[in-house]
């Protein structure tokens, strides 16, 4: 379907890789997929101990006193569909079709996050009349929920002293460095009481907001769904007795959706129909013009549930919840613009007993990283919650004199007219983690323009991805002389 489009030669193979399901954690089926592709055109290709696919490729005739080029991108994609869509994502390649300017997934995430980036070094590796160094191909696994590849990486694969990452989603921007991350995760028992006679019962449901990249889009003032649904609760007017409660999952993604099991008095019924329309139109006064499809509703349960969350541990729940940061905790105060530290309340579990949470914290400065970390933790702590924190993963600190850098400024701008937009991004990037294996690489990040990537609206536009290829290139063909 997308074979008619350019570059053709990209495209084809972005629509073969998306055949292959590719989730995290669960990658055999693309490892088979791309070690196959490597051993198909007699390319050196091996994988190491954690599954990374290492694909290496001669430099062309003309090309082999420059340095060797290190191509990374993750194969991993996130993998998030709407309620209503129904996909086996472990056995179905996503469904795309093109809208005007964009390629689209039919209710799913597309996996143009980081799925262009390994097909354009697909592209590369089986082209026969594009000039290049000597490629070193890092196709690394679980970059979306652990950063596993990365952080297991064997440098003893690599000669390369240039790394091109092909992961930035915006086609004007070349990324210098990104901010590390680590995740809470936190469990407390509740108990439970009886539900009262004469009480009738709703599933509420938080839904239609964008969603999102919670580095990427944390400062676009986008709805977190657990946020406002606990909003909700919080504030009724009336008492709620609540069943359950299950909001968001990925622990990258901003919540687009979450929903409550709730019960309440049989004369309550109309005051509480009321608050969540009310509620509803607070919500979409509030968050536009950013969000405009926010849904708040109440859907009847014929049978309601006998148990229910003790009135004292549910309310202090709702009250951890409420009080917990979440969104821009910092803005940077040397790059214009920029999301210094952040935190994103990416899951809410409430049932049978246990209040789970996870969530994300991210800095470009280790100490703050450590502060915003502390500060969520302190609040579950407060509660007598079990806390954990893990996957700690460093940011990639910029170097603003580059020669990479400038070399790939000074060919944007003859290439471009204008000048690239360059700067540190919010996104956790592996080149952090990747430079603390191969240390004295120069790094630049960049790629099409990608939006809403980590959830279903996710769309990469055909014209950008016209230019990343053309200026990807270019820059392949002016590698610098070996030193």
């Known amino acids: 379907m997308l074979l008619n489009i350019e570059p053709k030669a990209l495209w084809s193979h972005f629509e073969a890789l998306n055949a292959v399901p590719r989730p995290s954690k669960k990658e055999e089926k693309v490892i088979k997929f791309l070690v196959g592709f490597g051993k198909s055109l007699n390319l050196e290709t091996q994988t190491d101990h954690v599954g990374n696919i290492i694909i290496k490729k001669p430099a062309t ?27 086996d994502f472990d056995n179905e390649g996503i469904r795309m079709f093109i809208d005007g300017d964009w390629v689209k997934a039919d209710g799913t995430t597309l996996g143009a996050d980081n799925g262009i980036g390994v ?17 070193e191909a890092m ?26 990452n092909l992961d930035t989603e915006e086609d004007d ?60 609760l919080y504030d009724s007017p009336v008492r709620i007795f609540l069943q359950e409660f299950n909001g968001g999952g990925l622990r990258n993604a901003i919540p687009r959706e979450a929903v409550a099991i709730v019960s309440v008095a049989r004369e309550n019924q109309e ?45 202090s729940i709702l009250q951890t919840i409420y009080g917990l940061h ?30 789970e949470t996870k969530s994300l914290q991210r800095s470009s400065v280790e100490t703050s990283k450590t502060d915003i970390a502390n500060t969520i933790k302190s609040a579950f702590q407060v509660l007598g919650a079990e806390v954990e924190q893990t996957g700690d993963y460093p940011g990639w600190e910029p170097n603003p004199d580059s020669p990479l850098l400038k070399m790939m400024k000074q060919l944007y701008e003859q290439k471009f007219q204008s000048k690239p937009k360059v700067l540190a991004g919010h996104a956790g990037l592996e080149c952090g983690i990747l430079g603390s294996h191969l240390p004295g690489v120069d790094m630049i990040s960049f790629g099409p323009t990608i939006r809403h990537a980590h959830s279903p609206d996710e769309c990469v536009s055909i014209s950008s991805v016209i230019k990343f290829w053309e200026y990807f290139q270019e820059v392949l063909k002016n590698i610098p002389e070996k030193k």
């Open 61 to 87: 005739l003309g090309m082999e006193d420059r340095e060797t080029v290190i191509l990374q991108s993750h194969v991993d994609m996130v993998h998030q569909k709407n309620n209503d869509t129904v996909f």
């Open 119 to 135: 097909a354009a070094i697909m592209a590369i590796l089986s082209s026969s009349d594009i000039a290049h160094p000597a490629i």
């Open 139 to 164: 196709l690394t696994v679980d970059e979306e929920t652990g950063m596993t590849g990365a952080k297991e990486l064997d440098p003893s694969f690599y000669e390369g002293k240039i790394l091109l």
């Open 173 to 232: 921007e070349l990324s210098i460095g990104c901010a590390g991350g680590i995740d809470t995760n936190t469990k407390f028992y509740y108990k439970e009481d009886n539900i009262p006679n004469h009480v009738v019962t709703f599933n509420l449901s938080v839904k239609g907001l964008m969603g999102g990249h919670s580095g990427m889009d944390i400062h676009r003032g986008r709805g977190n769904a657990n946020k406002l649904l606990t909003r909700v």
């Open 271 to 315: 005051s509480f129909v009321d608050y969540i329309a009310e509620i509803q139109e607070l919500y979409l006064r509030e968050f536009y013009p950013v969000e405009k499809n926010i849904q708040l509703s109440l859907e009847p349960v014929n049978e309601s549930p006998s148990r229910c969350l003790n009135e004292k541990d549910q309310n």
């Open 326 to 355: 979440n969104g821009v905790y910092k803005m940077s105060l040397t790059f214009d613009d920029l999301v210094e530290t952040s935190s994103s309340l990416a899951q809410v579990i409430i049932k049978n007993g246990c209040f």
